[in-house]
């Protein structure tokens, strides 16, 4: 049997990961660093590497798309990026620390971030809308939510979507365009100080995540066409259970 070039594997899960992250509207981040830990078998440092790297040309490609589409709060974006570089800085030490000392703790870190967004993706599903409520431009406040954000993806190489798009909907009043749009312009500058930190240490292999990269770009595309087509709320669901799933076996792993 023919094998498969090990860059076309990741270029097809950073394809698989942008397509289901565009159409679940978690972002392809989140679908990929599970799918190169659990269908690939890649170290949790590694993928979070590879991920945090590949993830910023999604982010660029959102971001420039957006731009042009004037979704984007540039006032509030340089806000969070402030927060957002330094808390980067913050979660890249913190990861140098423990990815070589203390692997199990980002098991368990990683599991309880995936158990949070699966209950996210189920509230989301079951509740009604939030009520938005004293929409003010805090500065402090805007810039504590990059700095979570911050650590975040320098600790675990996830987005911030799943903590900024809730953010700038229900405490800054942003439509949905705008949440989205402001979100990405912040998280590209986020990723890219995360993913130097990474590559500077070794934790990324360069043309594994630009495989992964050109995938993920490819497949948002694609996700985006689908997804008036695409019974979403299904997906969802699914998608909540598979990372449940995954969250549970990264905390039993690091606690065995």
């Known amino acids: 049997m023919l094998a498969i070039p090990p860059y076309l594997t990741y270029l097809m899960i950073g394809t698989l990961g942008g397509f289901l992250g565009g159409l679940l509207g978690v972002g392809g981040g989140v679908v990929i660093l599970p799918l190169l830990i659990f ?22 490609s959102g971001t420039i798309a957006h731009l042009k589409m004037k979704n984007v709060r540039p006032r509030i ?31 368990l870190l990683l599991g309880t971030v995936f158990l949070y967004i699966s209950a996210k993706l189920m509230q989301d599903i079951i509740k009604k809308k939030e009520q938005v409520n004293n929409c003010r431009e805090n500065i402090p406040t805007i810039m504590s939510y990059g700095f979570i954000t911050g650590i975040i993806a320098g600790l675990l190489g996830i987005g911030g979507g799943f903590i900024l798009v809730p953010v ?22 986020i990723a890219t100080t995360s993913a130097i930190f990474k590559i500077a240490t070794g934790t990324v292999n360069v043309i594994t995540a630009l495989s992964v990269g050109a995938g993920a770009v490819l497949g948002a595309q694609i996700g985006a066409r689908a997804l008036t087509r695409t019974p979403h709320r299904i997906l969802k669901i699914v998608f909540s259970i598979i990372l449940l799933c995954m969250s549970i076996k990264l905390i039993a792993i690091s606690i065995t």
């Not at 991920?51 to 999604?58: D, H, L, P």
């Not at 806000?79 to 070589?100: D, P, R």
């Open 77 to 107: 974006a340089a806000y969070v990026l402030l927060g957002g570089i330094a808390g980067a800085v913050t979660g890249s030490l913190l990861f140098n620390i423990i990815h070589e000392t203390y692997k199990r703790i980002l098991d």
């Open 39 to 60: 269908m690939l078998g890649v170290p949790t440092d590694l993928a979070i590497g590879i991920n945090i790297t590949s993830v910023i040309f999604t982010a660029i």
């Open 168 to 189: 700038f909907l229900y405490k800054l009043c942003m439509n949905i365009r705008e949440a989205v749009g402001t979100s990405l312009a912040s998280w590209l500058a």
